[in-house]
């Protein structure tokens, strides 16, 4: 059983979710003034489902909830309202069906109250509410969809990095192997051999903060050793048993990705119950499971993983919905740029889809997103900057 949060300052997002589960809009929803408490509650055994809503419906005005099918039988999902006494109230029923619920339903309050304010990176802290950071991608593969060949050799990729960097990248991503859809794995040496030494000079010739995207141990170790602080891992620790317990171990810090199969197959036929509903109870699992290793929170970042196994639709009700996964409490990063549902939905190519980037990185800042990850830093960092501005204005 998970409790999901819902963004308390958009009714328009609870009405999507009620629209999803097949309900009208309450209108005690719409007069409500005072709402504290909307969530989502996944997998709630139909015994326990029918005496919570019995419950509710006895409390009377400002408590409202609704259900429908669960992912597995048995079960049903639930979306409630209800006053922030709530949880105090469930307490004192001290009814034993409703214990499951109660716990769930602590455990995410506890994430968003505990909410990362600051990210550490090494020995530097972002601060997250200050303004968005920009991630510059350096591939030094081949084959990568939009840049592959172009930063191959060490030289070419030290002079795009200080590029970026010059630009206002605040981090640069080095890869040594594309995760493209369909794309083949290369040997781990071979990964190594790309992408360790130029970590290793971007952090002496430039004192970059520097992160390896990587989904095995051998490699982000060798690129800690180099100086990166940060590992991006798509896999979000499942493909290297290894991977957590080297993080945990070695005090980095880790991007935890979401995606849907593996690169080879990811975009054959992807499919959902629920997208959002899908990928946060993934990043929550995964982000529980990094804890239980020992990562701090202040270390943690999520990512909803566009394009990783997603059809233009799922994309889009990422994005759309965004704001969902700060219930989370993590710092959440946005990986959009260049990607093919771009291309598709704007008639782009590749190399041709800087507006669409522009157009998705500012609807992701403007729901909450911590990091961007972009190939064209310099725009970027001025659009961010902007937005930054005028967030932050005096009244």
């Known amino acids: 059983m998970l409790a999901r949060l819902l963004p308390q300052s958009d009714d328009a997002l609870i009405v999507h979710e009620l629209a999803r589960m097949g309900y009208q809009t309450p209108e005690a929803l719409l007069r409500e003034r005072d709402r504290r408490l ?4 996944l997998g709630v055994p139909c015994a326990t489902a029918a005496v919570f809503l019995d419950w509710l419906q006895q409390q009377g005005a400002g408590y409202w909830g609704y259900s429908t099918a669960g992912a597995e039988g048995a079960t049903r999902d639930l979306l409630c309202s209800a006053p922030a006494t709530l949880l105090r109230q469930l307490r004192q029923e001290q009814h034993t069906v409703l214990q499951p619920l109660v716990v769930a339903l602590e455990q995410a309050l506890q994430l968003q109250e505990h909410e990362v304010a ?21 591939n030094v593969t081949p084959d990568s969809f939009s840049d592959g060949g172009l930063y191959l050799q060490p030289e070419q990729a030290l002079k795009h990095a200080e590029t970026m ?29 790309r992408a360790v030494p130029v970590i290793r000079e971007l952090v002496q010739r430039y004192g970059a903060v520097v992160s390896v995207d990587t989904y095995r141990a051998s490699v982000a170790a060798a690129a800690l050793d180099a100086g990166a602080v940060l590992v991006n891992d798509i896999s979000a620790l499942r493909f290297d048993a290894q991977m957590a317990p080297l993080i945990a171990r070695r005090g980095a810090s880790v991007v935890l990705m979401h995606m849907q199969g593996i690169p080879q197959t990811m975009q054959q036929a992807p499919v959902y119950r629920h997208v959002l509903d899908d990928v946060y109870s993934f990043l929550a699992e995964r982000l529980h499971c990094a804890l239980q290793y020992g990562i701090a929170r202040q270390r943690i970042v999520l990512d909803p993983g566009f394009g990783f196994g997603k059809t233009i639709q799922h994309n889009l009700e990422l994005l759309h919905g965004l704001e969902h996964f700060r ?69």
């Open 38 to 41: 909307v969530w989502k509650c």
């Open 165 to 193: 960097l010059a630009a206002g990248a605040d981090i640069i991503d080095v890869g040594g192997q594309s995760s493209r859809p369909g794309a083949v794995p290369v040997p781990p040496e071979v990964e190594h051999a």
């Open 327 to 395: 219930a989370l409490g993590q710092p959440l990063l946005v990986g959009t740029s260049r990607k093919s549902f771009l291309g598709r939905l704007l008639q782009r190519k590749v190399w041709n889809r800087l507006e669409g980037t522009l157009a998705t990185v500012l609807y992701a800042v403007l729901r909450g997103a911590s990091i961007v990850r972009v190939h064209d830093v310099a725009p970027v960092v001025q659009t961010v900057r902007l937005i930054a501005a005028l967030e932050n204005a005096p009244d």
């Open 118 to 138: 600051h990210l550490v990176l090494g020995e530097r802290m972002f601060d997250c509410r200050q303004r968005p950071y920009v991630m510059g991608i350096l």
